[in-house]
């Protein structure tokens, strides 16, 4: 039984860890909240002064705000949907024995591997190319035209390639929870004589839904700050300008610091929105 010493002992010891968190976090919200109420143009005079609430209204108010929201959540509901239903039928796959099974499974999570800029110049260059990108080729050898994926299907262009980085993470989240099943429940209900779909529906799913909520809730988080693969294939163009994105443009390409840090804490807002709402799930699943 732990006392009273040793309790004062380890919060000692785990103070320094505690208090370098706190400024990690803390140091760079402090400095956009302090921006975000500046008028800070480096290279139009600097420090120009108190800006109040001037550049969170100039930020909302922009032409560009609501697209940019609307782009972003276009973006991570498709790249959820995309990455969970495949996930749970690779995981369902991969849970089948077959020969070089452990092969095949490090190669469908190596994508996860890959960073975001390097995927984009893959998937933009080797596959969604309309010239020399694979894509075209399968295109032009059934004799139909190929797709400008840039600019004819530009979400689609950027959904694919997010996706495709983040399903393996799906993958290995669900089939952790698959090979967790208790397959006499499964065995028992075929005995019954229910059909693999109806085992698949009542049991399979509810058995991973707590793992489905986990996928949902990390993916999200870290999708609304989706950026670098827009910034090395459609640059913001075609109606891919997400809300990071937008950021981005205020701060470096106009050079407005201060107007940035209002975009970043409208950021943080709608992050919070989402881990709150997606926490609740969790919460919910996890208590059943």
């Known amino acids: 039984m732990a006392t009273k010493a040793s309790r004062s002992a ?11 968190l706190l400024g ?25 002064g108190f800006a109040g609430f001037d550049n969170y209204v100039r930020f909302v108010t922009s032409s560009s705000f609501w697209p940019a929201i609307g782009a972003t959540l276009i973006i991570v509901v498709g790249a959820l949907l995309i990455t969970v239903l495949l996930g749970i039928l690779l995981a369902i796959l991969l849970d089948q024995p077959m020969w070089g099974q452990g092969i095949v499974r490090i190669l469908v999570i190596a994508p996860f591997f890959v960073m975001p800029t390097v995927s984009g110049l893959v998937w933009k260059n080797m596959f969604l190319d309309s010239v020399n990108g694979l894509f075209a080729h399968v295109a032009k050898f059934f004799g139909a035209t190929p797709v400008e994926w840039m600019i004819d299907k530009p ?26 099943l208790d397959s006499e429940q499964l065995e028992a209900a075929e005995m019954d004589g229910a059909p693999a779909l109806k085992r698949f529906w009542f049991i399979t799913i509810p058995h991973l839904s707590r793992a489905i909520t986990v996928v949902l809730l990390i993916e999200t988080i870290f999708l609304l ?25 205020r701060v470096l390409e106009s050079q407005n610091v201060g107007l940035g840090s209002a975009g970043g804490v409208y950021a943080i807002i709608l992050a919070n929105i989402v881990a709150i709402f997606l926490m609740r799930i969790v919460g919910k699943n996890l208590d059943a």
């Open 24 to 48: 990690w976090m803390l140091v760079p919200l402090i400095m956009t909240l302090w921006f975000s109420f500046r008028n800070y143009l480096p290279l139009r005079g600097g420090d120009l």
């Open 225 to 249: 700050s989706i950026f670098a693969e827009i910034f090395v294939t459609t640059a913001g163009a075609f109606g891919t300008k997400t809300l990071t994105y937008l950021i981005f443009q």
């Open 10 to 20: 380890a919060r000692l010891m785990m103070a320094p860890a505690v208090i370098l």
């Open 155 to 180: 979400f689609m262009s950027i959904i694919l390639i997010v996706s495709w980085q983040w399903l393996p993470f799906a993958t290995l989240i669900l089939l952790t929870a698959i090979q967790s």
